[in-house]
C-alpha cells in the first residue's frame, strides 16, 4: 500500500493569486494523478504526472492554468493559478503503480486539499 | 469512453435496513471496477474492487458482484449501520490503454439514522 500526504490541507485564498499544493508518497511510484472535487461532486481528473516527463491533461484542464510538477518518484505539486471563485474545490492526489514489478491493483488517495477562493 | 453511472441520491435509511446503490457502466476494455467511500470530513477510501467478470468483492460487510452482461457492479449490504453514513462512489480502471486512470460516478450519499 502507499501513504500519500498533502500539504496544505486547507486554505483560503484571494482572487487572482496562485496556489501550490503538494502531494507527498511513502514509497516510489511511477504513476501519480490529480484529480478536483467540486462541491457536491464527483471527482473529475485533470492530470496524469509521470515522473521524468511532461504531465498529460485532461480535457478542459491546460498547464497555463494548472501546472504540475514531477521532480522525483515520490513527491509532485500542482497549482492552481490565478485562482477564483470557480477553483474552490478538494483537490486529490493519488497515486496508482508502484516500480516496475510492484503493482497495486487500486488506487491510493491523499486527504485531499479544500481550497475556497473569495 | 469509459463513463460510470450511478443512483442518484441522497439516500437515507432506518438502521439495520437493506441497502443497494446501483451502478452501471460503460468501457471500451476490459475494466476494473471499484466502491470507493467518503466518510465526512475525510478522503477517499477503497472500499472493495473486483478485477474481473462474475468476481464478488467484499468488506466490512459490503458486496458487489461484477456483471460483464449487464455492465453493473450494484453495491449492497443487508444491515447498514449509522456509521455507514457516506458518500460511496463507483469506478472503473480501464487499465487496456495502459492509463490506469479512474472513472468515477457521481457519487451516492447515504444518511442512516438510528
Known amino acids: 500500500s502507499a501513504v500519500i500526504s498533502q500539504k496544505p490541507s486547507r486554505d483560503i485564498c484571494q482572487r487572482g493569486t496562485s496556489l501550490t499544493i503538494q502531494c507527498q508518497v511513502d514509497s516510489q511510484v511511477t504513476m501519480m494523478f490529480w484529480y478536483r472535487q467540486q462541491p457536491g461532486q464527483s471527482l473529475t481528473l485533470i492530470a496524469t504526472?509521470?515522473?521524468?516527463?511532461?504531465?498529460?491533461?485532461e480535457s478542459g484542464f491546460v498547464i497555463d492554468k494548472f501546472p504540475i510538477s514531477r521532480p522525483n518518484l515520490t513527491f509532485s505539486t500542482l497549482t492552481v493559478s490565478n485562482m477564483s471563485p470557480e477553483d474552490s474545490s478538494i483537490y486529490l492526489c493519488?497515486?496508482?503503480?508502484?516500480?516496475?514489478?510492484?503493482?497495486?491493483?487500486?488506487?491510493?488517495f491523499g486527504p485531499g486539499t479544500r481550497l475556497t477562493v473569495l | 469512453g469509459n463513463s460510470v453511472t450511478q443512483m442518484e441520491g441522497p439516500v437515507t435509511l432506518s438502521e439495520e435496513a437493506f441497502l443497494t446503490i446501483n451502478c452501471t457502466y460503460t468501457?471500451?476494455?476490459?475494466?476494473?471496477l471499484f466502491w470507493y467511500v467518503q466518510y465526512p470530513g475525510e478522503g477517499l477510501q477503497l472500499l472493495l474492487k473486483a478485477t474481473k467478470a462474475d468476481d464478488k468483492g467484499s468488506n466490512k460487510g459490503f458486496e458487489a458482484t461484477y456483471r460483464k452482461e449487464t455492465t453493473s457492479f450494484h453495491l449492497e449490504k443487508g444491515s447498514v449501520q449509522v456509521s455507514d453514513s457516506a458518500v460511496y462512489f463507483c469506478?472503473?480502471?480501464?487499465?487496456?490503454?495502459?492509463?490506469?486512470?479512474?472513472?468515477f460516478g457521481k457519487g451516492t450519499k447515504l444518511s442512516v439514522i438510528p
Open positions: 504526472a509521470n515522473q521524468g516527463s511532461e504531465a498529460t491533461y
Open positions: 468501457a471500451t476494455g476490459y475494466p476494473s
Open positions: 493519488s497515486v496508482g503503480r508502484g516500480l516496475a514489478g510492484e503493482t497495486y491493483n487500486e488506487q491510493f
Open positions: 469506478a472503473l480502471e480501464d487499465s487496456g490503454a495502459g492509463s490506469y486512470q479512474l472513472t
